[in-house]
């Protein structure tokens, strides 16, 4: 079974629309990353995590909010979806006391908004 | 700050030859830095970390990279392509706290027969 795991893994939705995606993870990292992916600009970091009680802002972060519901759990929610929005969307984790951050990642969502 | 460039978004070479895939790094601290590669509708893995253990880091699938403080550099080689290479590479450097990776804009690999 994969460590850590993307829910949808496609989703295609209209403008002005909520969007929830999830992740979970089976590794026990305390640290939750979301990160988009768009051709060219490589991986940008919209929210991260490091515990259930907090939350942190990343470079990308308008548009967007977070939800850390459990150790295991970071949900990403679009609360009205725009096109420019359209995009892949990365799930990662983390061991704080890892080897210098190496991060592991989910499978990927791609999101495409109309 | 963080930074990394990886100039040229593809780079194609023949099956068996050398593939050389640069990126350097900018930071105001001893950088952590990453290699990934993602391959087609999969997510990101790890090819190889240089935690300043090394400056000759071997990673997996016969890849390495060499990290050179005076070029700022930590460019990844692999002496002979496989077509199982061609994939998407991203190189990453961890801030400071070693909290954060901040990542290259990516370089796909293309291997012709």
């Known amino acids: 079974d994969a460590d850590v795991t993307q829910t949808p893994r496609n989703r295609i939705t209209k403008t002005g629309k909520r969007i929830m995606l999830e992740c979970s993870q089976t590794k026990g990292h305390d640290r939750m990353y979301w990160y988009r992916q768009d051709p060219g600009l490589g991986l940008r970091l919209i929210y991260y995590s490091f515990d259930v009680k907090d939350i942190n802002k990343g470079e990308i972060s308008d548009g967007y909010s977070v939800s850390r519901q459990a150790q295991a759990k970071f949900s990403l929610s679009l609360e009205s979806a725009i096109p420019n929005q359209t995009a892949l969307y990365f799930c990662?984790?983390?061991?704080?006391?890892?080897?210098?951050?190496?991060?592991?990642f989910g499978p990927g969502t791609r999101l495409t908004v109309l | 700050a963080q930074s990394v460039t990886q100039l040229g978004s593809h780079v194609s070479v023949s099956e068996g030859a050398l593939v050389l895939l640069r990126c350097n790094y900018s930071?105001?601290?001893?950088?952590?830095l990453f290699w990934y590669v993602q391959y087609p509708n999969q997510g990101l893995q790890l090819l190889l970390k240089y935690t300043s253990a090394a400056t000759l880091v071997k990673g997996i699938n016969g890849f390495e990279a060499e990290f050179k403080k005076s070029e700022t550099s930590f460019h990844l080689t692999k002496p002979s392509a496989h077509m199982s290479d061609a994939a998407e590479y991203f190189c990453?450097?961890?801030?400071?706290?070693?909290?954060?990776?901040?990542f290259g804009k990516g370089i796909t690999l293309s291997v012709r027969p």
């Open positions: 930071s105001s601290v001893p950088p952590y």
């Open positions: 990453a450097v961890s801030d400071a706290s070693g909290s954060k990776l901040t």
């Open positions: 990662a984790t983390s061991d704080p006391g890892g080897a210098h951050n190496e991060q592991f």
